[in-house]
């Protein structure tokens, strides 16, 4: 005996929500795809069709729309993931900031001896270096994902 199809059922307030969620740019890109797996398994779309649409595996869009049907919008998010917590805060990177806005630059090395002297945060010159690509030069060269 097979399950019936897994398909979601959104009221037009849902529906709306989901598509500002989608078209915007707050949500990070993974919560705005889930979102549209929901649209369109409201839509009729099959999971298997879903799945082929986002590269996706069947369980992927499966978790994702059980996920919604369990915990809402709260289910969009990702989770909180397990790891060593950061030893940077963002407040440390608009120092590193305010430092690069000169007409000076720095290296790794120095940016790293700023941070440990001026906020007490210790890293390696090989994550400051990662930390400064992915945060800094992000929003002035490129639109980063």
């Known amino acids: 005996m097979s399950s019936p199809p897994l398909r979601v059922f959104l009221s037009a ?14 949500m990070p890109r993974k919560a705005q795809q889930r979102g549209e797996v929901l649209r369109l398994s409201s839509r009729g779309w099959k999971v298997e069709q879903i799945a082929e649409y986002f590269k996706w595996s069947e369980e992927t869009v499966r978790r994702t729309i059980n996920r919604w ?10 989770k909180k993931r397990t790891g060593r917590p950061t030893k940077w805060k963002e407040e440390d990177l608009a120092v590193l900031e305010k430092k690069l806005e000169s007409e000076r630059s720095y290296s790794s090395r120095q940016l ?4 440990r002297k001026e906020r007490q945060v210790t890293l ?13 030069t992000c929003g002035r060269e490129q639109e980063c994902q």
């Open 124 to 136: 390696s010159e090989r994550q400051m270096r990662r930390i400064l690509k992915k945060k800094i």
């Open 13 to 26: 307030e849902e529906d709306e929500k989901l598509r500002e969620i989608i078209a915007g740019k707050e």
């Open 112 to 115: 790293k001896e700023i941070l």
């Open 69 to 78: 049907k369990k915990e809402g919008f709260a289910g969009l998010e990702d």
